[in-house]
Nanobody, 115 residues
Framework: QVQLVESGGGLVQAGGSLRLSCTAS????????ITWYRQAPGSQREVVAG???????NYADSVKGRFTVSRDNAKNTVSLQMNSLKPEDTAVYYC?????????WGQGTQVTVSS
């Protein structure tokens, strides 16, 4: 059973920064990709940013230039550095990991950006 544990959420003012972490219970190399999603109240879950096994990164247009995804293989951790936060970034952020036919989700961490 794979476990993904997110941390780092909180309340921040617009323009501020937060750093989210997703720590996996096993090596990141066992996953094809690790992806951050978010879900705001009344909205569908959407992709924020992801990093593939080979290190390729992708970002949603809404966060390009503000968010950076990175990985620390030694700590089995993928981080999401979020700068220049906006009220519309308010959501529960989830970590997702895929290996083959299996999809794993973390429990989510709340990010609230006040105006």
């Amino acid at each position: 059973q794979v476990q993904l544990v997110e941390s780092g959420g909180g309340l921040v003012q617009a323009g501020g920064s937060l750093r989210l972490s997703c720590t996996a219970s096993r090596s990141l190399f066992s996953f094809e990709a690790i992806t951050w999603y978010r879900q705001a109240p009344g909205s569908q879950r959407e992709v924020v940013a992801g990093i593939a096994r080979g290190g390729e990164m992708n970002y949603a247009d809404s966060v390009k230039g503000r968010f950076t995804v990175s990985r620390d293989n030694a700590k089995n951790t993928v981080s999401l550095q979020m700068n220049s936060l906006k009220p519309e970034d308010t959501a529960v952020y989830y970590c997702n990991a895929v290996n083959g036919e299996y999809i794993h989700w973390g429990q989510g961490t709340q990010v609230t950006v006040s105006s």
